[in-house]
């Protein structure tokens, strides 16, 4: 798949510096930013998946009013 990024060119100087100071490629450097990015996002929905055992216990009529705040 090709993706096509319309970024100016100060953002690409940057993330060609950036990449250069890493001593990858540019299409390296933006893979790498993308799978920390993607990892990130799936480490903060695990996280909320594990704390949701803590709030069972809310889970019941008595305290259903405050589902309505």
């Known amino acids: 798949m090709t993706i096509h990024l319309n970024i100016d060119e100060h953002q690409e100087k940057s ?3 950036m ?11 933006i893979e790498e ?3 920390s990015y993607i990892s990130e996002k799936q480490e903060t929905l695990d996280l909320m ?3 949701e055992q803590s709030f069972k216990e809310w889970d019941n009529e008595a305290d259903s009013i405050y589902d309505r705040l």
């Open 19 to 29: 990449a250069k100071k890493q001593g990858i490629s540019l299409h390296a450097f």
């Open 49 to 51: 998946r594990l704390s």
């Open 15 to 17: 993330l060609s510096l």
């Open 33 to 35: 930013l993308l799978n």
